[in-house]
């Protein structure tokens, strides 16, 4: 008996499930009424139209990207904007107080002002400590033959940079510092095609020496 109870409550259930070909009572309902659906915000929950700001919109929408350029003394553009953003204005400047809207950028030109204010921290950081310790700030490239395979070098150079810093000599005369990695393609002039990448590093070292 148990066991055909069981089986009988299973069967309601599946009976229950909306069926291949069946619409779902909710969206039949919506469908009657004819409400015109809108479009939620998963960050704010409010009911607004979504603008899409990735790259491909925006250079489909607006043409090639422009940057703006430094802003000179009388410029109305803020620095580090360019023709895809929302508001490119200066928030003092007169166009900007006529709308009052601040400056609003595009995400490329954000990620770049955001790198450029931790890149302004990190200086004043190294110059205080510069004048604290009383030791002096040099610039240091360092660089490998080149690769084909560009992460692969990246990764041996890092390796022989973390060697460096814990041997006596470094430890001796250099206190600290900042590490910058990057690197350049070497382009075949006939075809344009990458030949390898010389990978390097670049860095600002607090000591004497």
Same mark, same amino acid.
């Given at each position: 008996?148990?066991?055909?109870?069981?089986? #009988?409550?299973?069967?309601?259930?599946?009976?229950?499930?909306?069926?291949?070909?069946?619409?779902?009572?909710?969206?039949?309902?919506?469908?009657?009424?004819?409400?015109?659906?809108?479009?939620?915000?998963?960050?704010?929950?409010?009911?607004?139209?979504?603008?899409?700001? &990735?790259?491909?919109?925006?250079?489909?929408?607006?043409?090639?990207?422009?940057? #703006?350029?430094?802003?000179?003394?009388?410029?109305?553009?803020?620095?580090?904007?360019?023709?895809?953003?929302?508001?490119?204005?200066?928030?003092?400047?007169?166009?900007?107080?006529?709308?009052?809207? +601040?400056?609003?950028?595009?995400?490329?030109?954000?990620?770049?002002?955001?790198?450029?204010?931790?890149?302004?921290?990190?200086?004043?950081?190294?110059?205080?400590?510069?004048?604290?310790?009383?030791?002096?700030?040099?610039?240091?490239?360092?660089?490998?033959?080149?690769?084909? &395979?560009?992460?692969?070098?990246?990764?041996?150079?890092?390796?022989?940079?973390?060697?460096?810093?814990?041997?006596?000599?470094?430890?001796?005369?250099?206190?600290?510092?900042?590490?910058?990695?990057?690197?350049?393609?070497?382009?075949?002039?006939?075809?344009?095609?990458?030949?390898?990448? +010389?990978?390097?590093?670049?860095?600002?070292?607090?000591? +004497?020496?």
């Amino acid at each position: 008996m148990g066991k055909a109870r069981s089986d #009988n409550i299973l069967l309601e259930k599946l009976s229950k499930q909306p069926q291949p070909n069946e619409i779902p009572p909710w969206i039949e309902a919506v469908l009657v009424a004819k409400v015109k659906p809108t479009l939620m915000s998963t960050i704010t929950s409010k009911g607004h139209s979504y603008e899409c700001e &990735c790259s491909n919109c925006a250079e489909r929408e607006q043409g090639p990207r422009i940057p #703006n350029g430094i802003p000179g003394p009388h410029s109305d553009h803020a620095g580090f904007t360019c023709n895809w953003c929302p508001n490119a204005l200066r928030p003092w400047s007169d166009q900007a107080q006529l709308d009052g809207a +601040n400056t609003k950028r595009c995400k490329i030109d954000n990620r770049e002002i955001k790198a450029w204010q931790r890149a302004s921290e990190l200086a004043k950081l190294l110059i205080s400590k510069s004048e604290e310790y009383d030791r002096r700030l040099r610039f240091v490239t360092l660089s490998l033959p080149n690769f084909e &395979c560009p992460r692969a070098g990246l990764a041996i150079l890092k390796k022989h940079i973390r060697n460096f810093r814990h041997t006596k000599q470094f430890q001796k005369k250099v206190l600290g510092g900042s590490d910058f990695y990057e690197w350049t393609e070497r382009i075949d002039p006939v075809t344009g095609d990458v030949l390898d990448y +010389n990978v390097h590093y670049h860095g600002v070292w607090l000591g +004497n020496y």
